[in-house]
């Protein structure tokens, strides 16, 4: 599988696995979830997408259990996040949810994930949403510093509007290494809303996530989108997960799909997107019927 480079020494692969549900499964137990990253691996997906929110504060410590004694660590890049508090888990008593980019705040966070990860660093740290009350040196400040001690490979955000990205990378010593966004045919905004084109000036490669929009790309999607995603996914032998992760995959800019599902049959196909090769028309079709408006 095609591998990109995220900061200095860091790969991802380019289809990303992501851990947002984990915890909802019916079945959590290491044996488990070792068996969907055993099936992720054999596809070549090595990068695993966590936040410390995900699962009310437990996904991370379940992903942990099921590495301990194992040579998974040594396998795979883990991508967490963190600034976000939810009134759940180690944060119950907080009074509502909020956001909190403070320097000790994201240090808590970033050592608590280490912990519950068990692991000696964190390949990407995220600060999960842009924060209103955000002071970008202080953030930064503590972000290089992570980077500087070995907690963390590299740095980035998600959700970041591209003023928001640039405050941030104005206070920092280290180089944002990308920006996770919704991104899909049915979140098709950031192509012409200046999000997509900040990354891409700026070399960032993208992080996807919900590229199926939440699962409404397979059932739930109207006008014209469905049936020519089902008329491309004919075409290809594959189904309409296949064809909407692959018009990501076509665009310049590098776009990494975060794919998230815990059906182990679904995991063992995530890679079926990479044999969909779109060309620019195919994929002015596909965008067309997304917006369900002509070209303008």
Known sequence: MERVGIAAGVEFSRLVYGMWRLGDDADTSPAYIRAKLEACLDQGITTMDHADIYGGYGVEELFGAALKGTSLRQRIEIVTKCGIVVPAGRHAAAPCKYYNTGAAHIRASAEQSLRLLGTDYI???LIHRPDPFMDHHETGAVLDALVAEGKVRAVGVSNFRPWDL???????????ATNQIELSLMA????????LAACQQAGMPVMAWSPLGGGRLMAGAEGALPAILDRFADAHDVDRAAVAV??????????LPVLGTNNLDRIRTLS???K?????????????AATGQPVP
């Open 166 to 176: 640039s405050l941030l990378q104005s206070a920092m010593k280290n180089r944002l």
């Open 123 to 125: 390949d990407l740290l």
């Open 246 to 255: 692959a018009w990501l995959l076509a665009h310049p800019a590098r776009i």
């Open 276 to 288: 969909v090769k779109l060309s620019r028309t195919d994929w002015f079709q596909l965008y067309e």
């Open 188 to 195: 098709h905004q950031p192509f012409v809303n200046g999000d």
């Open 272 to 274: 079926e997107a990479l």
